[in-house]
Each structure stands twice: as C-alpha cells, then as structure tokens.
C-alpha cells in the first residue's frame, strides 16, 4: 500500500473511533453500578437470589463474550415472534425497532453490559470481603446504618482496593469492542477488515491495532495515575 492509501485508512478507522468509544464508554457506564448491584446481591443472606446471583456470574463468565453478543442480536427478533409472552414483555418487545442501527448498538450493548457486570461484580465482591469485620462492628458502636456503614466507610476502601483488578478489565474492554464486528457493528475492526479486502492488505489490520494500542496505553497510564492518588499513604 502507498503512503496516500495508509492515510486514507487511517482516516476511515478515524471516523469510527467514536462509535468504539461510545460503546466502551456506555459499557463502563452501566457495568460497574450493575457490577455493585450484583455484588450486594450475592452476599444476601436469602439463598434463592445469591444462588441465582451465582448462576447468572458463571453463565457470563463461562461463555464466550462473541456468543452473547450474537443471542443478544438474534433473540429480540425470535422472542417477538414467539408466543404466549406475558402482555407487557410483548408490548416492550413489538415497540423496538429490530432493524436500526440504535437497534444494533442496544443489543451489542446489552451483551458487553452484562457480560463486564459479571466481571465487576467479583472484582467488587472480593473487595468487599477484603474488609476486616471489625470495621464494621466499630461502626455499629458509633450507632452507624447499615446504609452509613457502606457509604462511607466499607465503599471507599473497597473502591481503593479494586483499582487495579478494575483497570484490567477496563483496559480489556476497550479490546473486546471489537468483537462487536460479529454482527456487524461499525467500529474499528470492522472497518479495518474491509479495507484489508478492499485492499487485499493486512496494513489495515496493523493500523487498526495500533488503535487498540494506543487506547490500551492511554487506559493504562490512567489507572497508574488513580492508583497513585488513591495511595495516600505513600
């Protein structure tokens, strides 16, 4: 390829850098409050939601993140065709467009929401329980809420604890986007194999991983700088 064919791919796989961020950055956003959730609701003492709790982490963990996602895609459509669905499921289902590219990026998102969720809520979990008892029964004598207790003092010494673990999976979701091109979801992977067609090149590929790289670089050198702020006592 020449130098004027290397920029242009650049450029194309430029445009859709954005829609790669919009999905990692929505998937960040609802993934770890849902991780959180999860978490809470694993420790609960009524076994039916901790065992459902459970099965649900180890369903998302051990599958593949491309199979969810192509569920995810396939069985809006197949659901709404099926019968015998409650009213307001059928309702909810009949009203979404099964053909945009909102729908597209909702149902893509639903899966790496999930699936990251998983993830985060044991990162979160054993943060949690990393929190020596005595915290909490110091905060009952000082006639401390359960809710108080949380908030402020279990929450920010779980959240110190689980930089690190969490800046992993960050930094591998911003890889993981690309196996959104499994249904065909305009992002940089996808982009760069059509190129590489259009081209018959693997130039687009490295371009693209370049990318990845430099994301994963500027994620990294984040997460060393929170983990710095949030080493007080250093």
């Not at 849902?34 to 099965?55: D, E, Q, Y």
């Not at 998102?109 to 699936?115: I, K, Q």
Request: glycine share 6%; net charge positive; hydrophobic share 55%.
């Amino acid at each position: 390829m020449s130098a004027s064919e290397i920029w242009g791919v650049v450029r194309i796989l430029f445009n859709y850098l954005g829609a790669t961020l919009k999905l990692f950055g929505f998937t960040l956003l609802y993934s770890i409050p849902l991780g959180m959730i999860v978490a809470l609701l694993k420790k609960c003492r009524f076994k039916p939601i901790s065992w459902l709790t459970s099965f649900y982490i180890l369903v998302m963990r051990g599958t593949p993140l491309m199979l969810q996602i192509i569920v995810a895609y396939f069985a809006i459509p197949m659901l709404r065709r099926a019968e015998g669905l409650p009213a307001f499921l059928s309702n909810f289902l009949n009203s979404m467009n099964i053909q945009g590219d909102q729908f597209l990026f909702n149902a893509v998102l639903f899966a790496f929401v999930f699936n990251y969720a998983a993830y985060f809520a044991e990162i979160f979990r054993g943060g949690m329980e990393s929190i020596p008892q005595g915290q909490y029964e110091a905060a009952a004598a000082l006639s401390m809420t359960k809710t108080q207790t949380f908030f402020r003092i279990i929450l920010p010494q779980v959240i110190k604890r689980v930089v690190p673990a969490s800046a992993n999976e960050v930094i591998t979701l911003v890889k993981d986007t690309s196996l959104a091109n499994v249904v065909a979801y305009g992002e940089i992977t996808l982009k760069a194999k059509e190129q590489m067609q259009n081209y018959s090149s693997l130039v687009p590929l490295f371009i693209a991983g370049i990318f990845y790289f430099v994301l994963a670089t500027i994620l990294t050198l984040l997460s060393s700088f929170i983990e710095k702020k949030l080493n007080y006592y250093k």
